[in-house]
């Protein structure tokens, strides 16, 4: 089978073209193609499938197996690999998620794609503003967001310190999660700049999470710790984020999307 190594800001996934692959068993799949040892090594697995709603669909599997609706630097990755390969002749196109068709825009560079605007849609308030959680014990704040998948927002100092192996677990597994959820550790450096570690749902700490910024960026806005653009730093690079708080309401995330390398894998030795 066919794959392609792609990472948006170092959250890197295997993605499969479905236009000319089958994949039976994603799930499966992306637990075994994500193992750094025995496997390619990722943080999971997107397939680029048909659609009959947009111009192509989505799907993403965490390194556990288990799929999200959407996943921000995986989307920029698609949009890259259809505008690069041709399967799009546009620099504006849509991508069907289970979160619903999001709006891409391409900025190229000789014919190639090297930054992707996308349009995450209006983020959902999911937490009081903010909220009260103890976890091992320890009493924090947090403001939840949705932008199609959940994530929980705590501000702190000193995020470098964190021992996000040792505490992420217990956040992303809390009672108050039935679901599971992302965690994001935001120190706010001014106005127009914020710093993040994640702990994703599924994956653990990532060097970056697209909706994970988003989130962020949005909870930043709405608690007056930022304005409504900020620059997101993450352990992989920056994020653009722009929302447009008085406008549409919509939130848009701007950054890299870089192709690392295209391979084959005998499923059968995986």
């Not at 800001?9 to 295997?14: A, F, K």
């Not at 048909?50 to 965490?62: E, L, Q």
């Not at 999200?68 to 002749?89: P, T, W």
């Amino acid at each position: 089978m066919k794959f392609t190594k792609m990472q948006g800001i170092g959250n890197d996934y295997v993605y499969i073209n479905c236009f000319e692959e089958t994949v039976k068993n994603p799930s499966e799949l992306s637990k075994k193609v994500s193992d750094r040892h025995f496997g390619i090594g990722s943080d999971g697995l997107i397939l680029i499938c048909p659609s009959k709603t947009a111009d192509c669909r989505m799907r993403m599997f965490n390194a556990d197996g288990s799929e999200s609706a959407m996943c921000g630097n995986g989307i920029r990755c698609v949009g890259k690999y259809v505008f690069d390969h041709h399967m799009v002749e546009k620099t504006e196109f849509d991508v069907e998620t289970e979160a619903g068709i999001k709006h891409l825009k391409v900025t190229e560079e000789d014919g190639r794609a090297v930054k992707v605007t996308v349009d995450m849609g209006i983020p959902e308030v999911t937490s009081k503003l903010p909220e009260p959680i103890c976890v091992s014990g320890t009493d924090y704040e947090f403001i939840g967001i949705s932008v199609g998948n959940p994530h929980a927002v705590y501000y702190m100092d000193r995020i470098d310190e964190l021992d996000l192996e040792s505490i992420g677990p217990a956040f992303e597994n809390h009672e108050r999660f039935p679901e599971r959820t992302n965690s994001e550790f935001i120190e706010v450096i001014n106005k127009n700049y914020i710093r993040m570690r994640v702990w994703e749902r599924g994956s653990g700490e990532t060097w970056a999470c697209g909706t994970g910024a988003t989130a962020s960026a949005v909870a930043s806005a709405l608690s007056g710790r930022t304005e409504n653009t900020v620059e997101v730093e993450l352990k992989g690079g920056n994020l653009t984020i722009h929302w447009d708080r008085d406008g549409s309401g919509h939130v848009f995330m701007t950054g890299p999307a870089v192709e690392v390398f295209q391979g084959e894998f005998d499923i059968k030795n995986l």
